[in-house]
């Protein structure tokens, strides 16, 4: 060391000083997303509520974004993809925010963002600017990529820094419950000790009132969504030419949130062209394979232009290609098979997977999979019913036994869905305790398949 000149020793200290900077940026920053990483945003929280604290000058807003239907990417394609889905949606929020707001990677595909000396005004901005250009990303596949947004403002009645983003929790749920892609927002309306909140959804138009308690917030009620009317945008047209036939066609309509029958009427229009006729080519098989078990027959000639005796043609023809076919599916392909074995009856999912349908059964019983109830009921052509309103009774013996109790006990007591059970769980933000959250799953598994 003695014998290093003090040029040496001066570049020797700043190569440190760098190495040292780029330790504690890998130890802030999510190496996915370049986002912050959660115990950073912590702090930062923890900061701006005991500044608010001291000083009522000073708000600040939290937004609280979740990417829709983020788990299909993985299903449908590869990890890789959704990887790439939450890069695209990270770089958004990057550019959206100012230099003084904090983007952090919640967790998962949960992303927030802390936005100090905010108004409400302007975080509904940001949020909106955000949502807009999020639905605008081009991912490399068919399915496009949206976004719910909750937004909640900070208030001095707040206890811990933690209820700020509570709130921004409950609004997102109400956003999702809204048929997602949109902005809600949960902020108090007065700051006196009434402790009135009121939630809005953007782009519905609707304002409800709800009790916030001291010890939680309840979620509040879902704003009944007022159907667009009008010409479509350019993004809706892409969306009815990527999902068309691909989705069930009252699951696109709720997307964009239009009538069935003007999103069918469209995409006619769109999806129009000259019929075809004679042998078939790749990309129409490929189209065929997509959307069988899905689409309707009329769905599927307007996709392929080709009438319904050469569809069924082509439907039977591969069928019957593949009954000799046993061959095990591949990891990519088992992903997708978990992925809509639910949805899809063996027919489909023989010319989907050209393999023969006992190959399909046989790894369905492996991996405990189950159609859909609502499936079944289609398919047997029974009506589904809706679970009735919840007594306060019901409610009463869910608080009391939801912590120690499976949730299919509880369904099978008040006569419900499990479905139902885990919503309005959620809803109450009712938890379950350590120990039954580590043996639920295995008694679950035990319980539905006690009788096989």
Same mark, same amino acid.
């Given at each position: ?24 940026? %890998? ?11 959660? @115990? ?8 701006? @509520? ?5 000083? %009522? ?6 937004? #609280? /974004? ?6 299909? #990417? ?10 790439? +889905? ?12 100012? !230099? ?54 900070? !208030?001095?009645?707040?206890? *811990?820094?933690?209820? +700020?983003? &509570?709130? &921004?929790? !409950? ?12 902005? &809600? ?39 009944? =969504? ?8 350019? &993004? ?31 995409? *006619?229009?769109? /999806?129009?062209?000259?019929?075809? #006729? ?15 078990? +899905?689409?309707? =027959? ?38 997708? #098979? ?11 999912? !023989? ?27 289609? %398919? ?9 309103? @919840? ?44 120990? %039954? /959250? ?15």
């Amino acid at each position: 060391m003695n014998d290093l000149s003090r040029e040496e020793l001066v570049a020797l200290a700043i190569q440190q000083a760098v190495r040292i900077e780029h330790l504690e940026e %890998r130890a802030l920053l999510d190496p996915m997303t370049a986002l912050l990483r959660r @115990w950073r945003g912590v702090e930062e929280l923890d900061r701006l @509520w005991k500044l608010t604290q001291r000083k %009522r000058s000073q708000p600040y807003a939290v937004l #609280f /974004l979740d990417i829709d239907h983020f788990k299909a #990417f993985n299903d449908t394609y590869d990890h890789d993809t959704g990887d790439r +889905v939450l890069q695209l949606v990270a770089s958004v929020i990057l550019d959206e925010m100012r !230099s003084t707001d904090c983007g952090v990677r919640w967790g998962g595909e949960e992303l927030l963002i802390i936005c100090p000396n905010t108004t409400q005004a302007e975080a509904l901005q940001l949020a909106s600017r955000i949502r807009v250009r999020v639905s605008e990303l081009d991912t490399g596949t068919a399915t496009s990529v949206t976004a719910s947004i909750g937004v909640s403002d900070d !208030s001095r009645h707040d206890t *811990e820094s933690g209820e +700020v983003v &509570a709130r &921004a929790d !409950s609004a997102l749920y109400s956003a999702k419950n809204a048929g997602r892609n949109c902005v &809600a927002q949960l902020f108090r309306r007065s700051r006196v000790r009434t402790r009135k909140t009121a939630c809005a959804v953007l782009g519905v138009g609707a304002t409800l009132e709800a009790d916030f308690h001291a010890k939680h917030l309840e979620a509040p009620k879902v704003p009944q =969504m007022t159907t667009k009317r009008g010409r479509l945008t350019y &993004a809706e047209h892409d969306t009815i030419r990527e999902q068309y036939g691909r989705v069930p066609l009252a699951q696109l309509a709720q997307q964009l949130n239009r009538p069935a029958a003007g999103v069918r009427k469209q995409a *006619e229009k769109l /999806l129009a062209g000259e019929p075809k #006729f004679g042998p078939w080519g790749r990309e129409e098989v490929a189209c065929l394979k997509g959307c069988i078990g +899905v689409a309707t =027959m009329p769905e599927l000639q307007t996709l392929l232009r080709r009438t319904e005796q050469d569809i069924t043609l082509a439907a039977n023809a591969i069928h019957e290609a593949v009954k000799n076919n046993h061959t095990p599916l591949s990891r990519t392909e088992v992903a997708r #098979f978990k992925a809509i074995y639910g949805t899809r009856d063996d027919r489909s999912l !023989s010319i989907i997977f050209e393999r023969h349908p006992d190959v399909f059964t046989a790894l369905a019983r492996e991996l405990r999979l189950n159609k859909d109830k609502a499936f079944v009921r289609k %398919r047997e052509g029974s009506d589904s019913t809706k679970m009735p309103r @919840w007594a306060e009774r019901d409610i009463a013996t869910l608080t009391a036994m939801y912590e120690g109790h499976s949730n299919l006990e509880i369904a099978r007591m008040l006569g419900r869905s499990v479905k139902s059970v885990v919503s309005k769980a959620h809803n109450l933000k009712l938890k379950k305790s350590a120990d %039954r /959250l580590r043996s639920m799953g295995q008694e679950n598994v035990r319980v539905r398949y006690e009788d096989q």
